[in-house]
């Protein structure tokens, strides 16, 4: 696999906070997804491309998919402007899992996910009786995929997201 930005490694006097949380939600994944692994190859790698991967492998040992997670522990709920630049280095870190010269099936697919220990709060921006729509994911609708959002949110988000890329693609 290619190598990591250094930019993108946990740094600071709280650096170790985040990693250990890191480290914990891939436990806690391995435990969740242990019936589903035991009889699978596969590996983990942690502060490689991402927080960490869950990389699944065929009997040839070419990688038939990729769950990558970002996982950041927060004091307080997410909002729309927090996460564009996290999102901007998920849909790099997709890039780069395609990117990445390590042996792949030619089906190849990947998962990019977010993980917080608090809420997120999505809305498409717009002000005014009946115009604002928004959802907010907690621990009552935990998971939730990008194309389940509603789609004047998910039209905010391409469009910051866009902006964003432009600069570094």
């Not at 696999?1 to 939600?25: D, I, L, P, Y």
């Amino acid at each position: 696999m290619n190598n990591q930005s250094k930019a993108a490694v946990n740094a600071g006097v709280h650096g170790s906070t985040g990693t250990e949380f890191q480290k914990h939600c891939a436990l806690y994944f391995l435990f969740d997804k242990y019936n589903d692994l035991k009889d699978r190859k596969y590996f983990i790698c942690i502060e490689h491309h991402d927080d960490f991967l869950f990389c699944y492998q065929n009997n040839d040992e070419l990688i038939s998919s990729i769950d990558s997670y970002q996982a950041k522990k927060s004091s307080e709920k997410w909002e729309m402007s927090g996460l564009y630049e996290l999102l901007r280095k998920m849909t790099g870190v997709g890039l780069s899992l395609n990117a990445d010269s390590m042996p792949k099936v030619n089906n190849y697919t990947h998962n990019l996910e977010f993980i917080t220990n608090n809420s997120i709060q999505l809305s498409n921006g717009l002000r005014g009786k009946n115009k604002n729509k928004s959802i907010t994911i907690n621990e009552s609708n935990s998971r939730l995929k990008f194309t389940d959002l509603d789609t004047e949110i998910t039209n905010k988000i391409e469009a910051e997201l866009t902006k964003l890329l432009g600069k570094d693609l």
